[in-house]
């Protein structure tokens, strides 16, 4: 059982190129979430998916995309890289978004943009 | 969802008790408290959560006081691995709202 998985765990991208961050969950949870953390800062939500199908904004959704392909799966698009995107990406799921749940995380991401 | 309150940074003794107060005043009826660490470059771990009793499990206490107005955190014998940064989040349904944090320096 390994959880939430991402991938890559590291990536260097130039000004406006494009990438994907994969996320996967292997728990059967509804709900999927992509968080940014900025050195010395806690995480900010940039997407969530309540279920599979839907997809909702969070606190900082501008410049990204998000695809939640499946039950397993949610992806986070950056279609234009800029270096304020340069951050910690974590994604994490939880069996709903109701009362009481709780969210596991993945390793994170670290994308760098120059 | 209601904003908490935790200070920046706590040193505590390693075997000794670790006490992390958050404060959440504006808390409403529905909405749980929910403790999270991040050790350095992880990703945050899920600690505890709790709505309005104290909660135990293995590697915690929450206490909640009976206002719901602010709780504390216990961890009970402080080993160095537990240096982390530690998250009170208040929450009613679906996402998480991080703030700064406690960040926990257990020394030998």
């Known amino acids: 059982n390994a959880g939430v998985t991402q991938t890559p765990k590291f990536q260097v991208l130039k000004t406006g190129q494009s990438m994907t961050l994969q996320c996967a969950q292997d728990?059967?949870?509804?709900?999927m979430y992509w968080y940014r953390q900025d050195p010395g800062m806690g995480l900010r939500l940039i997407y969530y998916?309540?279920?599979?199908?839907?997809?909702d904004k969070g606190e900082v959704p501008n410049g990204y995309n998000v695809s939640r392909l499946n039950k397993r799966e949610f992806s986070l698009r950056l279609e234009s890289a800029a270096p304020s995107q340069t951050s910690v990406y974590f994604c994490a799921s939880s069996a709903q978004t109701g009362f009481g749940e709780t969210q596991y995380f993945g390793p994170g991401t670290r994308l760098l943009v120059l | 969802d209601a904003k908490t309150t935790q200070p920046p940074s706590m040193d505590c003794a390693e075997g000794r008790a670790a006490n992390l107060p958050c404060n959440h005043s504006?808390?409403?009826?529905?909405?749980?408290v929910y403790w999270y660490r991040q050790i350095h470059s992880q990703g945050p771990q899920y600690i505890i959560h709790?709505?309005?009793n104290n909660e135990t499990n293995e590697m915690a206490s929450l206490i909640i006081t009976e206002d719901r107005k602010s709780s504390t955190l216990i961890l009970p014998h402080a080993t160095l691995r537990d240096t982390a940064v530690y998250y009170c989040?208040?929450?009613?349904?679906?996402?998480?709202?991080f703030g700064q944090g406690t960040t926990l320096q257990v020394k030998p």
């Open positions: 504006t808390i409403s009826g529905n909405e749980y």
């Open positions: 998916s309540a279920s599979e199908g839907t997809t």
């Open positions: 728990m059967n949870h509804n709900s």
């Open positions: 989040i208040v929450r009613a349904r679906g996402k998480l709202i």
């Open positions: 709790g709505l309005k």
